[in-house]
């Protein structure tokens, strides 16, 4: 392998590892890697190129999220940095990394369920979602929602019956 090869694998390599520390405004305890936004960093000649999806496509977080990944590499020598936001294939709660869930469950917060791959339409309810939770300080299944929307848009609140302590819920997409 030739050192310029090496050179830039070695870049390569320090953008992503830069990119995947970046964590998310809403979720702080969650990086865009853990999250499953980060979807692709690369080299393109001098330039950076970050792939994110959105968990959503009116994710109000975007644009920090942009901002955060453009700076982080600003301040790792990267002068270069284009980030591109790619809405195919949607985000979706499985992408959240094993690391993350723990994460978030560190954080009081109930990581989402696995979903799997859906085909064809998604059917809407306009009455709260039935989940099977466990709360995330005492892992009770004994709790109940207390409004179908939280602090963003993507979380649910909860409270447990045992151990009485509210917490939130991120909902499966």
């Not at 975007?62 to 002068?79: K, V």
Request: charged share 25%; hydrophobic share 40%.
């Amino acid at each position: 392998m030739t050192v310029p090869t090496l050179i830039a694998e070695s870049r390569a390599n320090l953008a992503r590892t830069v990119a995947a520390a970046v964590t998310d405004p809403e979720m702080p305890m969650l990086t865009l890697e853990d999250l499953g936004v980060l979807r692709d960093v690369r080299l393109e000649g001098d330039a950076v190129i970050v792939t994110i999806t959105p968990t959503y496509s009116g994710c109000p977080a975007m644009a920090t999220m942009r901002d955060d990944l453009a700076h982080a590499l600003a301040d790792r020598g990267f002068e270069q940095v284009e980030i591109r936001v790619s809405l195919h294939p949607a985000w979706s709660t499985d992408w959240i990394t094993p690391r993350g869930r723990a994460a978030l469950r560190d954080a009081g917060i109930s990581a989402p369920s696995h979903v799997g791959e859906r085909l064809g339409p998604v059917p809407l309810s306009l009455t709260p979602t039935r989940r099977a939770l466990h709360c995330p300080r005492c892992d009770s299944t004994d709790v109940a929602i207390t409004s179908e929307f939280g602090a963003t848009a993507c979380k649910a609140l909860y409270r447990c019956n045992s151990c009485l302590e509210p917490f939130e819920h991120v909902k499966e997409i």
